[in-house]
Every structure is written in C-alpha cells, then in structure tokens.
DNA sequence: TTTGTAAAAGTTAGCGCTAACATGCACGCA
DNA sequence: TGCGTGCATGTTAGCGCTAACTTTTACAAA
C-alpha cells in the first residue's frame, strides 16, 4: 500500500480543510471569514468553531493570486525623533508583516511637502494611514489625509475626533505619575517645561503637573512654569530662565526628553551636580534619555505596542470598510511606564 | 462580438506574455528567470529579451503558492543609536518590500543574549543575515552568525574577510577629510578623541586624522589623542583631558557624535562658546548632532542606502546559492558626505 | 542506418483562494 | 397549483507560477 506523498503544501490547514470539518463548501467559509452577507447565524457559528479549532489562517498568498487587493497602509513620519522612529517602525512592521498587510513609508516635512508627501501615499493605493508624532497635531496634514474616506490613525498625538482614531498614553495622569514620585522624594519646588503649544499632549501633560501639585496641597508657583517647544534650544531658554529665580527649584520636569537634556546641560553649566543639586526628569524615553549622563529619569510610552494596535485597528477598519460596514472610530488609551533612572534624587535640603 | 473581460489579473504581464513573446513555453521562462540548467544561450538570451521588453516580473503571490520558499533576511541590531536604526529600517524595509524579500527584524543586546538572538532567527529560517554596527565589531557575534553556511553582512563596520560581506564608508577617507576642513578653517591644534578600540573602523579614522595632519605638516602630538568609547560619558572625560592641557586644542573631532556632544557640553561647562571658542566635530551625522545646540558639523554615512545594498547583496547571493552556485564575497565603499553645520568656525587667534 | 543518451523543451496538475454563476429551498401571492 | 422572490449554499474555473513528469531534439557511437 502505498501513501500518496503530498508534492507541496506547507502543511498547515487550509480552507477546504476547515469546510470538511464544519461540513460546508469552501466558499460558504470563504463568506465567513470575508465578512460576506447571506451566511446563516448557525453556519457561521459552526464554522468559526472549525477555524478555531484546525487554528486556520487564510494563506495571504493564494488570496491575492485569487485576486484580492492586499490591504496597504501608508505610514507617514517626519521629525526624526529618532529612537520614536524605530520603535513605530518595527513595532507596526512586525505586526504588518504577521497579518500581511503592507506597510508604505514615507517622510513629510511640513510645511513644505506634507500634502504632496499625502498625495503620494494615496496615489500609490494605501487603504489607511498611520500618523506619528508631531503631524498628528498638524491641523492642516490632518485635514489633507482626512479628505478621502480612507481611515487614519493618530499615533501618540491628535485630538480625538470623528476624523481620525487614535491612540495615545494618558497624558495627563503620566505627568501626573511623575509629578507625584517628585512629590514622593520630598521635593516642593517643582519646575515644569510645557511642550509644544501646538501639540495637544503639552496642555495635558501641564494639567497633571498641576493636578499632582493640587492633590499634595503645594500651591502652585506660575513662575516655576516655562513654556518650551520640545527641541533642545527652547529647553535651554527655559532651564535659564528657571535657575535664575531668587528660589530656584530643586527638581525639574521637562515634557520630553530634548528639553531635559537640555536643563541637565544648564545645570552643569552652572555647577550644579544632578542629581545630588538639581533633579531632571524627561518624558518620553528617546533615545537621548539614555545617551546622556546621567541618564533621564523618564516616563515611556510603549510606542511599538502603540504601533502594533495603530496597524490592527486601521486593518479591522479597511476590512468592514470592504465588507459595507463601518466602525466607529476608537480611542485607545496605552500604559505608560515610569523609568526611572539616574537623574532623580530627594533634594538637599531634605537630608 | 464580444469582447471577452478579464475577470481578474493584475494587468501586467504574465510569465505567459513572456513565453508567447519569445516562443517558448512558461516552463522554460521559468527555468532561465530561476536560473535553472539546461537551458539554450540563444534561448537565454531570447527570454531575456522577452522579460525586458514586456518589463516583466514574476508575481511573488503565485510564486509562493507555487511552493517556493520565499527569501527571508534576518536583520540582528543593537545599541538603539536611534538615528542609526531607523535609517537601516527604512533603507532595507523599503529595497526589501520592492523585491518581495521579508526582513525579520530582532535586537540583541551583546554580550547577554546575542547567541540567542542569533539562534531564534536561524530557527525562523533566515537564509542570510545582516549585522548592523556596533554588532559587526564583536568577534563572538560574528562567528556565532557565520557558523552556518548562511551569507552574512557587516553593515557600517566590520572586518572585511571571507565569512563577512561588508558595506562602509571609506573611514579613513572620511576622518582625513573632515580634518583638511579643520585646517582649512585654519586649526593647528586640533584633538582627537577615538572611538571604541574595539571597533575596527576607530584605528581607521585615528589614520586618516594623523594622516591629514601630517600632509599639512603639522607635527603630531599625542597629548592632542585621547582614547573614548564612543559613548557620551566617555567623551566627557576625554574632553575634560583636552581642555585641561596646558595649551588646548582650538578645535576637537570626536570619532563619534556622541562624544562630539559631550565635548560642546564641557565646553560648555567651562564656559566658552562652541564655535566661536572651540570648533568641535562628530562623526555619524545621528540624532544628536542636530538635535543638540550648535547643531554639529559632522560625516554623514549613507546608512539607508547602504542598507538597501545589503539586502540586494544578500538577496542575489541567496538566489546563487539556491541554484548551486557560489558568489566571492564582496566588499563594498559608499560615498560619505561632510555635513556642514554651526559647531565650526575657524580659530579665534587667526581673526 | 539504427540506436542510445543527454540536453532542451513541453505538458500536466495543483498550490489555496475567491469571483461569477448556478442551484436549492422556503415563503408568499395570484 | 404554479410562479416569482430572495436568501443560503454549492460548483466551476482560474489567478500566475513551478514540481514532476514526458516528449522532442541533437548528436555520437554502434
């Protein structure tokens, strides 16, 4: 007796493999998984048991062969914040490339070419886009990719709206946290560096400063608040201008990593040891947190988690989309973390 | 009479089109497109013609279906110079998705987990890995890597050997450059911090230093080198050094932008102005060199570009491999660029 | 000339999936 | 009873490619 050996087959089910235990045709299980109309309850019922149980995945290949368009999404970036780059990039290619969605980079540099960056993006075909980090609060970008029908995600950034989903760290109770662990360590004087204005985390993450303060009863010193705009150089503006008080503060938080550096580059500037003289702390965790030294206290937004979710949604989007439903647009709320490292200590007084 | 529509199909040509063309059977072009035996020149060279002039490329969904194993490239990284990474994602992800070649992407942080990083990728099946820097340098992470018969390429560091593919910048070239600007602008007394003695590519641009100095005759002195790791704690103490010479240096050329940081915030410290004190330049053209203030005068390696080579390098040895033959590893030099920015001025003595 | 043999080409079938069409069936209405 | 109507499911064929097998051709040896 002889054992037909199967020539090819990669070995895992197939679709005809799923009808013959449900006990349906493969095309009745073709309409399950595509979302497809005119599948009774039961039917569907039975035959997501089998996928289920046979553990199916539809071979992505055989799908497009068969036709299908494959599922492109457009990731648009700028500003690179570099180590925020990575992170977005091999979270959201790792999980593209798991459910064989592809992904289409691309850089924009507002002012000069965000639309044509947009257009670009859209003339090649993508079916949704990921925003990052700043242009997610560019107003003008966001009305460009929201112009078609095309789903667009936020990451880390944007406003909730009906336009776009998005998908962000609570700003607010992050600053909130760090805010907190200062208050923790004994400090009372507590400057803070706001971000961007145009950004909508920096009014957030100004609210959770205010919100700790408020909730430990240290009344609030407006003179202890510098705006900054999230680059280096405003950071060192700030830090100067915060160190030149007649009681300076003995720790500062900064909305993001740039602008800590830049304070730690003040303070020893002027003499200052930190953390023994000045505490610094970030928010963020680039790059730059842990290529200075000391290296930042900070807080972490998982951003390749963030990205990961930012491609499942926008893929769950494009299929009801093709499938004549519409889903109403998320906002998903990430956990941060506090890092803590080296740029933190109770301040001097208090030893 | 009707027209007959196309159901489906892309609408580009098919191996069909070529085989019609050319006036031989599909199986034949797909014999000379897979570099299979047994083929004719003449006919080669036909079908060759054909693919060229109908622009034809095979459809890697059918491909697959068909039981080929598709090409999968490893990409091992670690140390997120951020700036870096996200330049050797973008340049290989973009070459990768064009030429259907998927990228698994895994970090590891030597000297804990490389063996294992290396492994988990092996086992997911990569048939070629790329080692991007500072990993090329580490002789344990190398050989665990080249054991197996997979091609594997230094990206940006590396020694060039009959195990190891490498693509750099002509290190030397580059560090002897940026030091004739330096002299150029008028510098005499110029430092030098190395970077990591472990890296190979540090004794090349130390050379091309000394080299640039001694076409200018200026005469060596050694109290100008300093020894760094790379890392930014590493350039504070080099700094440190320099500036505590009896005669320091008018200007400094960090082997990396890290260090070249590091040395405007000393310089800093002590309270003199970059550039107008003290030139200082980096190496890398990362994040930091302009996201610090002055922005950093430094060498820009083509990372993204060199990445897209890697992965073609990769992909065409992988293919020889398949069909029996054996390509002699190559050793590639891109084009570095002297990026010019605000942290160079010439000396104050010579105004 | 016949035959053997290897090189060069062609044929067949099937990878897994889905579009298009076909069918079956229940239900209501004339 | 017959007949449309609409839902639920099945059948057929083909997407583009290549593995495995078969056939043809070229050419040398018998």
């Given at each position: 007796m002889s054992i037909k050996q199967q020539r090819r087959g990669t070995g895992s089910a197939t679709i005809s493999d799923v009808a013959r235990l449900a006990g349906f045709s493969p095309m009745t299980v073709s309409r399950v998984i595509n979302g497809g109309g005119n599948v009774k309850e039961s039917t569907r019922d039975a035959i997501n048991a089998a996928i289920k149980e046979l553990n199916y995945s539809p071979n992505p290949a055989a799908r497009s062969l068969a036709g299908v368009e494959p599922i492109r999404i457009g990731l648009l970036y700028s500003n690179p914040s570099a180590a925020y780059l990575s992170e977005v990039l091999v979270g959201s290619l790792d999980r593209a490339s798991r459910i064989d969605v592809q992904l289409v980079v691309a850089r924009c540099e507002p002012p000069e070419n965000y639309r044509e960056a947009a257009e670009h993006l859209l003339e090649r075909g993508v079916h949704g886009l990921i925003l990052t980090s700043p242009l997610c609060d560019l107003q003008e970008v966001v009305d460009v990719v929201t112009e078609g029908d095309q789903p667009v995600v936020a990451l880390a950034g944007g406003k909730p709206s009906d336009d776009l989903i998005t998908i962000n760290v609570d700003d607010f109770e992050a600053a909130h946290a760090m805010t907190k662990h200062l208050i923790g360590l004994g400090h009372r004087r507590i400057g803070f560096i706001i971000g961007s204005?145009?950004?909508?985390?920096s009014g957030r993450r100004l609210e959770g400063y205010r919100a700790a303060l408020a909730e430990a009863g240290i009344p609030a010193d407006e003179k202890l608040i510098e705006q900054g705009h999230f680059t280096y150089r405003s950071g060192l503006a700030a830090a100067d201008k915060l160190m030149d008080l007649a009681v300076p503060p003995t720790a500062v938080f900064a909305s993001n990593d740039d602008m800590a550096a830049a304070v730690v580059a003040v303070a020893h500037r002027r003499g200052l040891d930190v953390p023994n003289d000045l505490t610094v702390c970030g928010f963020d965790d680039t790059a730059f947190a842990s290529s200075i030294w000391p290296e930042l206290t900070t807080i972490r937004q998982p951003i390749a988690e963030m990205a990961r979710t930012a491609v499942d949604m926008l893929t769950d989007e494009i299929l009801a989309h093709r499938a004549g439903k519409s889903l109403p647009r998320e906002h998903r709320i990430a956990a941060f973390e506090l890092i803590k490292r080296q740029s933190d200590a109770p301040p001097k007084n208090s030893r």
């Open positions: 204005p145009i950004q909508a985390a």
